[in-house]
């Protein structure tokens, strides 16, 4: 079983950065991670996804470049960096873990999912 709690959403200016987390409880070493977003009247759509070991990483074409997952076991914590933020990346950002080396983009590969934290680009 593994719980996850995301934090760090936030009202931002376009072209602006914020850092979103996820902490988690259980053996956080053994889940693959990703992260995907909601925006209100659309389907909750991936972000990006990360490995076990972080030597596999995977983004959507949407937030290529601009933003950045990375996991630190030790801590029990993934991130997503994210830097030249734009009002369409305004949404409910989920942290989502799966008992897999690296699962990518399939959500219904993931088995557990956090409360979700907003995140609001304004323009």
């Known amino acids: 079983q593994v719980q996850l709690v995301e934090s760090g959403g936030d009202l931002v200016q376009a072209g602006g950065s914020l850092r979103v987390s996820c902490a988690a409880s259980?053996?956080?070493?053994?889940?693959?991670m990703g992260w995907f977003r909601q925006a209100p009247g659309k389907e909750r759509e991936f972000v990006a996804a990360i490995s076990r070991s972080s030597m596999s990483k995977m983004y959507a074409d949407s937030v290529k470049g601009r933003f950045t997952i990375s996991r630190d076991n030790a801590k029990n914590t993934v991130y997503l960096q994210m830097n030249s933020l734009k009002p369409e990346d305004t949404a409910v950002y989920y942290c989502a873990a799966g008992n897999a080396g690296f699962i990518g983009s399939d959500r219904n590969r993931y088995d557990y999912w956090g409360q979700g934290t907003q995140v609001t680009v304004s323009s």
């Open positions: 259980g053996v956080f070493s053994m889940y693959a």
